[in-house]
């Protein structure tokens, strides 16, 4: 798995190679993964993370030779890891905080990175708290029956028009060939929408549906489907459901519980700001369509991006942010 990292850190290469360099001219590596990753990257056992009290190896922010890497950097250049704050809240969540200047927010918000795991953290007063939520993969495209990245040909928007005509976002402008996580959140909370998913999260009956969503609602290899591309490659069946159900219960539940910990109603939240690689595809009628935020929540919603490789830049670019990101 070391290997694995070591050849993804090789493309540096590459990238000096565009920048018009070679990769002897760069100094500094700055790393900011979640804590399993940051332990692999070491070849440190992460064993301890997997059972009960789930504590790391290591949280402190290492500088480490990259030629105990094997990256081909400058002879005395140097690998910063950046320190995490617990076993399932990484070096990522902490370059989040600081790329949003969550550790200086003056407003309550709350920060929500969307991934298999949910990482919370909530702002209130100059205080931070945080936590995290085993989603699962499915609100990346992962364990859906026709779930894919967010690469071509991937449905990443979804909305039913006016007598149940559907219109679908495909990246690339191609025909659609899978759902990604974006586009699976559009759907579910679309149909939600429409009651072609009850409150329960079961299919409706076709004939309580306007004709063009009926006509969509069939059954493929014996079970339930609702056909996203008419076509047929593209649908969303009840498992796929089910499945966004248990990461949208366990983010959600979290939210509540880190709520209640810092004594932050819904009402008081000045800010929702929402992390991860598809976070700007999301949109935040989305989110409150599947219940993951209240309705009082959807003008507060702010898409902030990566802030885990933005706040790796600020620590690379700024001494000032690299003493921040420690404290």
């Known amino acids: ?67 105990r890497l ?40 709350l920060f929500i990175d969307i991934g298999t795991n949910g990482e919370l953290v909530v702002a209130k007063g ?30 990443e928007g979804f909305a039913v028009l006016a007598e149940g005509a559907v219109e679908v976002k495909v990246i690339g402008g191609c025909a659609p060939r899978g759902l990604c996580g974006s586009g699976l959140i559009d759907a579910v909370a679309e149909l939600v929408r429409c009651g072609v998913i009850g ?14 969503l009926a006509a969509r609602l069939t059954e493929h290899n014996g079970q339930q489907v609702f056909m996203i591309d008419e076509a047929g490659p593209v649908y969303l069946s009840q498992k796929d459901i089910r499945q966004v159900q248990l990461a949208k219960g366990a983010i959600a539940a979290a939210v509540d519980l880190l709520l209640q910990e810092l004594a932050v ?29 209240p309705e009082l929540c959807r003008d507060k919603i702010r898409f902030v991006g990566n802030t885990a490789q ?13 003493a921040e990101v420690r404290k």
Do not use: W
């Open 310 to 322: 933005e706040g790796a830049k600020a620590v690379l670019l700024n001494r000032r942010a690299a």
């Open 1 to 67: 798995l070391s290997d694995g990292l070591i050849d993804n850190l090789g493309h540096l290469a590459e990238l000096a190679a565009a920048a018009g360099i070679c990769s002897g001219d760069v100094y500094e590596v700055v790393v900011a993964g979640n804590t399993t990753m940051q332990h692999l990257l070491l070849g440190v056992n992460p064993r301890s993370l997997a059972h009960a009290p789930y504590r790391p190896v290591f949280t402190e922010q290492l500088e480490i030779n990259p030629a």
């Open 265 to 293: 109603s819904y009402s008081e939240l000045d800010e929702v700001l929402v992390a991860g690689a598809f976070g700007f595809h999301l949109k935040p009628s989305s989110l409150v369509g599947i219940g993951l935020l």
């Open 126 to 155: 100059g205080a931070l708290a945080g936590t995290s939520s085993a989603a699962g993969p499915a609100l990346e495209g992962m364990n859906i029956a026709c779930g894919c990245r967010a690469e071509q040909g991937a449905v």
């Open 70 to 109: 094997g990256l081909n950097i400058a002879p005395r250049g140097v690998v910063t890891l950046l320190p995490s704050a617990a076993a399932f809240v990484g070096a990522d969540i902490v370059a989040g905080v600081l790329a949003t200047g969550l550790y200086g927010y003056e407003k309550t918000a």
């Open 199 to 212: 409150a329960s999260g079961r299919f409706a009956k076709r004939e309580k549906l306007p004709s063009g």
